[in-house]
């Protein structure tokens, strides 16, 4: 039962109860232990924080693309944290209440790190389209001061376009039920559940969704077709492929990370299935920070060659 506040003829919802995958306790038992949330979770700790340690430790990583590689590993890191432990916490208890207030700060903060990491997105793909394009002006073009300038200012989009995403989903009138059929506070699931028409949510969370989906993808599709074009031009095989392998790992991520998003902020809300929302934010918000390392690790020797050097076992060769 949920606790209301009243004013004059309404009452309001203060708490949220936050179903998650299952009602049923043994259910929620076989899925923490079938889907190993708390070893995904840690494994993506684990992972991030050891990229952004070798990144910060290896002087031959103080690059414009191992600079933004950082940065996404730090949102990956944050982005899972801000959902799983509430989520694992709440697959073992009877208690699956969250607070209006909490809802509202885990919505905002959620948002946040998504917007800035798909512009992050965005800057990685200039990055490599310079280094590709432009080798021998790679080192004044993608100057430090211009990297933090993108990293900042994909930040501030993310802060200012998250919160008119969280205020219009939050102004709305919540008085009853209050069961948000997920494990998190995501707005497509909440809106669900107010008591006004949310038409005109749905028209901007497609307007916002045009403006940080597509139009970071478009800049991304844009410097990968000027970047196949400068590789179809190199003469030999190997340097083709080495060039391409540079921007593999790119495209793998990006590709797991904004194509569910797409479905999920671009969609009508009455298209929406409840159980295919939680499957599509399981897949972005924790398999992909969980694959992301594993990704950008196996396929990058610098990092391979930090990470032995860190544990004794490879050779300081400059």
Known sequence: MWVLRGWRNHSFVTEFILLGFSRNPKTNWILFFLFLFLFLYLFTVLGNGLIVTLIRIDARLHTPMYFFLSILSLLDLSYATTTVPQMLVHLVSKNKAISYTGCVIQMYIFLTLGITETWIFAAMAYDRYVAICYPLHYGVK?????????????ALCGLICALVYTVFAMTLPYCGPNEINHFFCEIPAVLKLACADTSLNDQVDFILGFILLLIPLSLILASYVRIFI????????????????????????????????????????SEASPEDDKKLALFY?????FLNPIIYSLRNKDVKRAFLKLIGRGEDTQ
């Open 142 to 154: 993608m100057s430090q001061t211009l990297c933090i300038a993108l990293v900042t200012s994909s």
């Open 285 to 289: 918000n924790v398999i992909s920070a």
């Open 230 to 269: 400068a590789i179809l031009r190199i003469r030999s095989t190997q340097g083709r492929m080495k060039a391409f392998s540079t921007c593999a790992s790119h495209i793998t991520v990006v590709t797991m990370f904004c194509v569910p998003c797409m479905v999920m902020y671009m969609r009508p809300g």
